[in-house]
T-cell receptor, first 113, second 113 residues
Framework: NAGVTQTPKFQVLKTGQSMTLQCAQD?????MSWYRQDPGMGLRLIHY???????DQGEVPNGYNVSRSTTEDFPLRLLSAAPSQTSVYFC????????????FGSGTRLTVV | AQSVTQLGSHVSVSEGALVLLRCNYS??????LFWYVQYPNQGLQLLLK??????LVKGINGFEAEFKKSETSFHLTKPSAHMSDAAEYFC???????????FGKGNQVVVIP
């Protein structure tokens, strides 16, 4: 099993550009989430999904869009990149939101210049 | 809403000494509590979790944590630190029916030879 796969691992964007961070899991997990990690801030939830076709906002959703057309994939779109979106982004999935904890991808390090 | 407090962003411990990382939580529903570890340039890995039942839980790499409802705490301990324990540690909380996992800001553990 590959687990949770994130691509790309590194990305540099110019302010105003758009891009999609990819996340795929092969564990048939219903629950998927996107977090951003910033120094001294811990991990903050951007968007999450409880199943295909269902998404909802986390605590820092502004500037990001998500969709969940399949169980396996949960892409994160940056509509118009800003320097404040420079961060490390983690995708996570879980078979059950409460009991099993989340499996995390290895992250995407994004720099917006 | 649920939240986690981890005090002391950087924790230094001598090799062979006790590792103690403190986590206090706030939750309006019975909590499910987790400790994650993050090694440099990697994603988060689940160390241990408390959902129900025994309040002393054992995890990987010799770590354990005790759920104390009266103190709203879930402190992480390891009797003897090893150089390989140098990493960042995150406490997280969720609850039944809650789609969100709330993280603390993390403790960066440095092991001194």
């Amino acid at each position: 099993n590959a687990g949770v796969t994130q691509t790309p691992k590194f990305q540099v964007l110019k302010t105003g550009q758009s891009m999609t961070l990819q996340c795929a899991q092969d564990m048939n997990h219903e629950y998927m989430s996107w977090y951003r990690q910033d120094p001294g801030m811990g991990l903050r939830l951007i968007h999450y999904s409880v199943g295909a076709g269902i998404t909802d906002q986390g605590e820092v959703p502004n500037g990001y869009n998500v969709s969940r057309s399949t169980t396996e994939d949960f892409p994160l779109r940056l509509l118009s990149a800003a320097p404040s979106q420079t961060s490390v982004y983690f995708c996570a999935s879980s078979v059950d939101r409460e009991w099993y904890g989340y499996t995390f991808g290895s992250g995407t390090r994004l720099t917006v210049v | 809403a649920q939240s986690v407090t981890q005090l002391g962003s950087h924790v230094s411990v001598s090799e062979g000494a006790l590792v103690l990382l403190r986590c206090n939580y706030s939750s309006s529903v019975p909590p499910y509590l987790f400790w994650y570890v993050q090694y440099p340039n990697q994603g988060l890995q689940l160390l241990l979790k408390y959902t129900t039942g025994a309040t002393l839980v054992k995890g990987i790499n010799g770590f354990e944590a005790e759920f104390k409802k009266s103190e709203t705490s879930f402190h992480l301990t390891k009797p003897s630190a090893h150089m390989s324990d140098a990493a960042e540690y995150f406490c997280a909380v969720t609850g039944y029916g809650n789609n969100r996992l709330a993280f603390g800001k993390g403790n960066q553990v440095v092991v001194i030879p």
